[in-house]
Every structure is written in C-alpha cells, then in structure tokens.
Nanobody, 121 residues
Framework: QVQLVEPGGGLTQPGGSLRLSCAAS????????MSWARQAPGKGLEWVSG????????YYADSVKGRFTISRDNAKNTLYLQMNSLKPEDTALYYC??????????????WGQGTQVTVSS
C-alpha cells in the first residue's frame, strides 16, 4: 500500500533552516507529482509547494517563494523541502502529499502523517 513517511521537522529560531524529507513507497514514485502542504494552529490547510514527477519544474506559494526549495530524488523515492529564513508564521504541521498526475494539479490521493515544524525564539 502507499506510504508517505516524514521524519524530521523540529524546532528552530527565526531565521533558521530545516530540511524535511518524505520517504515514499507502494507506488511508482517517479510517475507522480508531489507536493507539500501545511496547517498552522487554528488555521486551514495551505498548499506550500509542488514538483513535477521528473523534477523538471517546481511551484511555490507566495508566502514561501525565495525561502523554500522543493526537490526530489527518484532513485531514492524521496521528496525534500529545504526551508531557509524561517519565520514564526511558518510554524505548522507539514504534510507530504502524492498527486494523481505527473504535473502538480492540487489533485491529491495520499497524505503523509505530518511532521511538526516550530519556529520560535
């Protein structure tokens, strides 16, 4: 069955960096776009970033553009999110999400369990 496992996350100060990873299994990882989404305390779900199945193109929410970088290693079936210049408003539960198509299309069918990122001084 499809599994998306997200170790990592953690606590950092404003201006700090964290790297999230998502280990995928149970499907042909290289055939599907992947995305990251997040949910802050008391707020709705927010899409963060998406990447084509082959990694050829990426997309970012305006709130993270220039600070976050999404990438993937199809040989390792792993998705990454490098987060730099973190702000307190980046504090959220971050989810790895599988898309139904090769292109990110906000058409999700599987979610990871989520990993907590906290940015605080």
């Amino acid at each position: 069955q499809v599994q998306l496992v997200e170790p990592g996350g953690g606590l950092t100060q404003p201006g700090g960096s964290l790297r999230l990873s998502c280990a995928a299994s149970g499907f042909t990882f290289s055939s599907y776009a992947m995305s990251w989404a997040r949910q802050a305390p008391g707020k709705g779900l927010e899409w963060v970033s998406g990447i084509y199945s082959d990694g050829s193109d990426t997309y970012y929410a305006d709130s993270v553009k220039g600070r976050f970088t999404i990438s993937r290693d199809n040989a390792k079936n792993t998705l990454y999110l490098q987060m730099n210049s973190l702000k307190p408003e980046d504090t959220a539960l971050y989810y790895c999400v599988k898309e139904r198509t090769r292109r990110p299309n906000f058409d999700y069918d599987y979610w990871g369990q989520g990993t907590q990122v906290t940015v605080s001084s």
